[in-house]
């Protein structure tokens, strides 16, 4: 049987957010375990208002999956990485990595159906523009 993985992506997005709270409880886990992974993390983030970077990632979540299926560089795509890029935020290619091992724990956590399928599903929809950031980092 062939594998949809945008679907399957797709289907456990869903199961994320639609489950009461927004997906507020996942989110808040993300940073937890984003800002634990690293002290540098944990520095950038040392004075950052949690509450709108959830929205930030929520956002950078959709822009993964349309840039996933498009492969365009939209005006907020590329703004996007100039603000992580080494003229603002100076974000290090190697933190991309922790971003996304953060992410599927998180996931792990929050959908009741997470496997192996879903795991490679998640990769391979935001690889696209973890590869893009990465590019664009110093």
């Given at each position: 049987?062939?594998k949809?993985?945008?679907?399957i ?60 299926s ?47 399928d ?21």
């Amino acid at each position: 049987m062939m594998k949809n993985f945008d679907q399957i992506f797709n289907d456990s997005y869903e199961r994320i957010i639609y489950r009461g709270d927004q997906g507020d409880a996942f989110f808040s886990l993300f940073y937890e375990l984003f800002i634990a992974s690293s002290p540098a993390v944990a520095e950038m983030f040392r004075e950052i208002d949690l509450s709108k970077q959830k929205l930030m990632l929520q956002r950078s979540l959709y822009l993964a999956m349309d840039f996933a299926s498009t492969r365009i560089e939209t005006e907020a795509i590329k703004k996007y990485a100039d603000v992580h890029g080494p003229s603002q935020l100076d974000v290090p290619a190697n933190m991309y990595v922790l971003w996304l091992e953060a992410l599927i724990k998180a996931v792990k956590s929050h959908d009741p159906r997470f496997n192996a399928d879903i795991e490679l599903a998640w990769k391979l929809v935001l690889s696209p523009l973890i590869l893009y950031m990465s590019a664009h980092s110093s």
